[in-house]
């Protein structure tokens, strides 16, 4: 093998790879978008999902029993996750994984904002960061959101929340502390990748095409939205792009000299050609879900060229959350009523 790469790293990398291989395939969701919400819980109960469903069976029905048992096998499979994975792996897929934090806690605020139940805000959480199901229930069960805040003093995105929130709370929207809360997030992943611990280089080149894509994506919606929004807000720092970059694009009101813009700034080689694709056009939800697939693709090439380090654990924790993201669409989406072809558009497959 050329370098020394220790048992653990070939175990947990390999165990990684059997797992993806038992993600669903293509013509499964095929099939389920042919079916009902009862015949969709029936397959899903067949599959790795089968302890969830048979467990919360008793307790919810239809759409409710697919969306908790997803997000309860998407946390109890991250979690297990964290659990086999040896030395540095584990500080990346920690550290990883946090991003989980903000969803949950942004999560409850907006839950508690709108008024609805814990139970029901409860049943989308993702207890997979650093922030578990006890620290969750304790958030859910305060009635304050102050005091919500105030239960965080001790965790990283503090001075975050603590800064934002104000200005949140009198608007009423956490767009803003959002964004704040994930350009933090990745100059801390960045941080951590940088500091010198063996594999560092291999996370930190993830993290960076993250970022390239987390940013082209929003200047596709930012010009499909006409946002009134500041740009510079929504810029994400640490990819190829530089905010001065970013806010000229988000000026070029021509399509055709937009792309080309990005393709000079963003150096890979299958974001360009799908950039290409399209300059015909596309609604921003369809160039969205294709630059995920991208995403995807250029994550399992780091992994068959990098087979022990952090990026088959990386390939397997996106492919999985894709796999709950897209039996969540086809649930709701028939539940919903929508045709098949419209379902099928949601899909990252």
Not at 29 to 53: A, D, P
Not at 186 to 199: E, H, P, Q, T
Not at 234 to 249: A, E, K, Q, R, V
């Amino acid at each position: 093998m050329g370098v020394n790469i220790s048992a653990p790293y070939i175990y947990v990398c390999t165990r990684m790879r059997m797992r993806k291989a038992k993600l669903l395939p293509r013509e499964e969701y095929q099939r389920m978008l042919n079916m009902s919400v009862s015949e969709i819980t029936r397959i899903i109960g067949e599959t790795e999902y089968k302890q969830e469903i048979d467990e919360l069976g008793t307790i919810f029905k239809g759409i409710d029993l697919i969306e908790v048992a997803l997000s309860w096998n998407l946390a109890k499979e991250y979690q297990k996750i964290q659990e086999i994975t040896p030395g540095n792996l584990k500080q990346f897929t920690q550290v990883y994984l946090r991003r989980w934090d903000i969803q949950n806690v942004l999560t409850i605020l907006r839950g508690k904002m709108q008024g609805e139940k814990p139970g029901k805000i409860k049943e989308i959480l993702i207890p997979a960061g650093s922030l578990d199901k006890v620290i969750l229930d304790r958030m859910l069960s305060e009635e304050s959101s102050d005091r919500i805040i105030e239960m965080l003093k001790t965790h990283r995105m503090y001075p975050v929340l603590a800064r934002e929130y104000p200005a949140a709370k009198e608007s009423g929207s956490f767009s803003h502390m959002e964004n704040e809360l994930y350009k933090h997030l990745y100059a801390n992943i960045i941080a951590d990748a940088k500091a010198g611990v063996k594999g560092g280089a291999s996370f930190l080149a993830y993290i960076q095409l993250e970022i390239d894509i987390k940013n082209v994506k929003t200047l596709f919606r930012l010009r499909e939205d006409d946002l009134e929004e500041d740009a510079r807000d929504m810029f994400i720092p640490g990819g190829s792009l530089s905010l001065l970059n970013f806010t000229s694009l988000n000026n070029i009101k021509d399509l055709n000299e937009f792309i080309d813009m990005i393709r000079a700034n963003i150096r890979n080689g299958t974001l360009h050609s799908l950039l290409d694709e399209l300059k015909g056009n596309k609604s921003a939800h369809d160039i969205e879900a294709r630059l995920t697939r991208v995403q995807l693709e250029q994550m399992e090439k780091m992994s068959k060229r990098n087979p022990f380090s952090i990026h088959p654990i990386l390939v397997y924790l996106e492919k999985k959350k894709y796999e709950v993201f897209n039996l969540r669409a086809i649930a709701r989406g028939k539940e919903s009523r929508l045709p098949a072809d419209k379902i099928m558009k949601y899909l990252v497959i």
